[in-house]
């Protein structure tokens, strides 16, 4: 049976500093290295050996999934990294510190942009002129994005690009983001839009999917 492992990425900087990030590309902090190097050796000690792996095109998953392949030797392996997998795009809200955010705008508005499926942010005036985005079309590049604008921007990946692999037989690992994944768990599980607010990953704390030949749940644990 094959087996998807998701880990989000260490503790970035700006979870240190408890900032909206979304696409800013912030580091990870001493400690996210930390963890990322344990995510690393309990991977080590499981039945696991991935064919691929996929990542954002942020540093902080990038780096984590780095130490991940690198505690494992599997540094020769095939990563892709993809903005599909980025983290949910804040708006004008990223850069902002959580608690003066909801001295703002309100704490139950805050709490609606981050849970609510359908809610989206304060909208960035123009989208992100970065290299990395560059061969995109820029018609599909957020300004911001409630979690169901995510969910339909990464589940075709999920279906295009993962997937395939599993239903060969082929372990698979994801590091990415705490909505990113999140939203892929919502699907995996069969969650819903309201009880997907309830699903909370945790920075570099491996989860186990075994799945069946039609990639249903068989066994899930959290290392």
Do not use: C
Request: proline share 4%; net charge neutral.
């Amino acid at each position: 049976m094959p087996k998807l492992v998701i880990v989000r990425h260490g503790e970035s900087l700006a979870n240190a500093s408890n900032t909206f990030t979304g696409w800013n590309d912030v580091d990870l902090s001493e400690k996210g290295i930390t963890q990322a190097e344990h995510a690393g050796n309990l991977l080590r000690q499981l039945d696991f050996s991935p064919t691929m792996v996929h990542t954002s095109v942020l540093k902080r998953a990038i780096k984590t999934a780095n130490i991940i392949m690198d505690i494992n030797d599997w540094l020769y392996l095939p990563i892709q990294k993809t903005w599909r997998l980025n983290e949910r795009h804040y708006g004008a809200l990223r850069g902002i510190n959580k608690d003066k955010a909801r001295a703002d705008f309100g704490a139950e508005q805050v709490q609606r942009w981050r849970r609510d499926f359908n809610e989206v942010p304060p909208l960035l005036q123009k989208a992100d002129v970065e290299r990395r985005y560059d061969l995109l079309d820029q018609s599909i590049m957020p300004r911001g994005e409630s979690l169901a604008m995510s969910y339909r921007r990464i589940l075709p990946y999920y279906a295009d690009q993962i997937a395939p692999h599993l239903r060969r037989g082929e372990d698979q690992l994801i590091v990415a983001h705490g909505s990113s994944l999140r939203l892929i768990v919502k699907y995996l599980e069969r969650v819903s839009d309201q009880g997907s607010s309830e699903i909370e990953i945790q920075n570099a704390e491996p989860l186990v999917y075994e799945l069946t030949p039609e990639l249903t749940i068989k066994h899930k644990i959290i290392l």
